[in-house]
């Protein structure tokens, strides 16, 4: 059973300049997006800063880098999307497997709901380093993102980002694929020139010794642990269903291991120097930067980055401008992948693609509303399926490549190749994969056990705040798998 | 100086990532050839 279908944004944005290098830029380029900037800086500055890095680093190695090589191979062995990819490489739980490739989708909805949202803050900013707002000799960052983030103004801004996403994906735009490829490499040598630019501010090193000194107490914190896990996930797009349906478009000769680790070292440089871009410049700036940090909430990235720029001087203003054009892009076209994601479901269950466009689009506009409007809804989705619901799809690929199908065999399947691989798998990668069917549950419920019953009832998962969404949950997920089964059964005659 | 380790590794993943798009220009090329062949 196979789903390649021809009319796929994601292959479009492909199949016409097919190479190694542009595989490997339009991959990284739907990682890098709002979640290097917005949500790292945000995360790493709150839990732990050096222990939250030392954690992202041991989650690179034990879950990112093997299951993205997990996720590319079912595409690319499966041949198909999040539904048919897992249940053609699965050998046994088949129908499981192709509900574990839907959960993946069905997460990547569920962040649509709020990424437009993010994705109309970048463009609003964009507009305003454009019109050169941030340079005005009264110009206070603090309160410029007071009057716009979570207001009507957001809203709309954000409203028009779904209906740009929607227009892309229903009549798929060439174009915005290629553009994006340019993009990356332009956005990744500003984010380093911006590192660097901070790091020569007087004040900078206790910034630097904040967010790369990791510090044991924050160690035994699980919240640092699930937190970076989710960050390192989500910011790569592990357990989104994209890398499955990249695996789909390989070639024979498209190296997963190559990608997949390039996928890891792209965003992880990206994500990290603008962390030394944000982090240690309101240490340099702030006579209160902790207080300052919590005051800023989910909004640290936008408070801050106008306040480099203006430290620039008379350069700032060009380079505000193509920073935040470079910024939009790259966030816009990990909208749209997000978006191309989401609607493939419906896809595969037998809808037209504009039709699928448009109702996954103003679905996940109008759930998306209150992360529009207010920080803690944002915080609540974003913890629900952001950290919960991705981490569950992580447990779904370890299951599908590990022992719903033989390990052994999928190794097999990706190093047949005509060229060396970049890296030879052996056994290791079997165990690392292995790993993860416990290994994220085992730190969500230490996570639980740690936060209600340690700390006090709320004080970690607020387990009693994010019960409805956990309900959502698992009553979706059941209805789900009862759908998935019926369209499996109807496309394959019940075998 | 703890810092300097992470510091470190920081441009450790920038220099890598461009070692993985040299990479994939070189796989490509190997490909083309043996497309050719």
């Known amino acids: 059973m196979s789903s390649r279908s021809p009319s796929s944004l994601i292959a479009r944005t492909l199949e016409k300049t097919w190479s190694s290098f542009a595989l490997l830029m339009t991959a990284v380029g739907w990682s890098v997006g709002a979640g290097n900037y917005w949500r790292f800086s945000w995360r790493a500055a709150n839990y732990g800063g050096g222990s939250f890095l030392l954690t992202y680093l041991i989650w690179l190695v034990i879950t990112a880098f093997p299951l993205a090589i997990a996720e590319y191979a079912i595409g690319k062995l499966g041949q198909g999307g999040p539904l048919h990819g897992p249940y053609n490489l699965a050998e046994r739980y088949k129908k499981l497997a192709a509900f574990g490739g839907m959960w993946m989708a069905w997460a990547d909805f569920m962040i649509m709901c709020y990424y437009w949202v993010v994705t109309g803050w970048i463009f609003y900013y ?23 983030g979570f207001t009507p103004t957001s809203l709309g801004v954000g409203a028009l980002m779904m209906f740009l996403s929607m227009l892309v994906t229903a009549f798929g735009i060439r174009g915005i694929g290629q553009v994006a490829r340019f993009m990356f490499p332009l956005l990744f040598i500003f984010t380093v020139g911006l590192a660097i630019f901070t790091l020569t501010l007087p004040g900078a090193e206790k910034g630097l010794e904040f967010y790369m000194v990791p510090r044991l107490e924050a160690l035994w914190d699980p919240a640092t642990w699930m937190q970076s896990l989710s960050q390192v996930i989500w910011s790569i797009g592990i357990a989104w269903g994209f890398l499955i349906c990249a695996g789909a478009w390989m070639r024979r000769n498209d190296d997963p291991t190559l990608t997949a680790f390039g996928n890891v070292v792209n965003d992880t440089a990206v994500g990290w120097m603008a ?221 | 100086m703890a810092w300097v380790v992470f510091f470190i590794l920081a441009w450790l993943f920038v220099i890598a990532s461009f070692y993985t798009w040299y990479r994939a220009v070189e796989n490509e090329k190997k490909i083309r050839q043996m497309e050719r062949r």
């Open chain 1, 126 to 148: 964009m507009l305003h380093a454009i019109a050169g707002t941030f340079f005005a000799p009264d110009f206070d960052a603090s309160a410029f993102w007071k009057s716009f």
């Open chain 1, 275 to 495: 962390g030394t871009a944000i982090i240690p410049l309101i240490f340099a700036i702030s006579a209160t930067p902790y207080e300052d940090i919590k005051a800023a909430g989910t909004g640290l990235a936008f408070v801050v980055l106008p306040q480099l720029f203006r430290k620039m001087g008379a350069a700032g203003h060009v380079y505000a401008a193509l920073f935040f054009i470079a910024f939009w892009f790259a966030a816009f076209t990990s909208l749209i992948t997000i978006h191309e994601v989401a609607l493939r479901p419906l896809k595969d269950f037998g809808m037209k693609t504009s039709h699928a466009a448009v109702i996954t689009g103003l679905l996940a506009f109008v759930c998306g509303i209150p992360t529009a409007l207010s920080s803690d809804w944002l915080d609540y989705y974003d913890t629900v399926w952001g950290v919960v619901g991705l981490s569950l799809g992580l447990v779904f690929i370890a299951l599908i490549t590990s022992y719903f199908t033989d390990p052994a065999r999928v190794r097999q399947g990706l190093m047949e190749m005509d060229i060396k691989p970049f890296i030879r798998l052996g056994k290791w990668w079997d165990y690392l994969v292995k790993v993860n069917i416990v290994v994220p549950i085992l730190f969500f419920a230490w996570w639980i056990v740690y936060g209600e019953w340690i700390q006090g009832w709320g004080a970690g998962l607020h387990t009693y705040y994010t019960f409805p969404g956990m309900l959502i949950l698992v009553i979706g997920g059941a209805i789900m798998y009862y759908l998935v089964s019926k369209v499996i059964e109807a496309q394959t005659g019940g075998r």
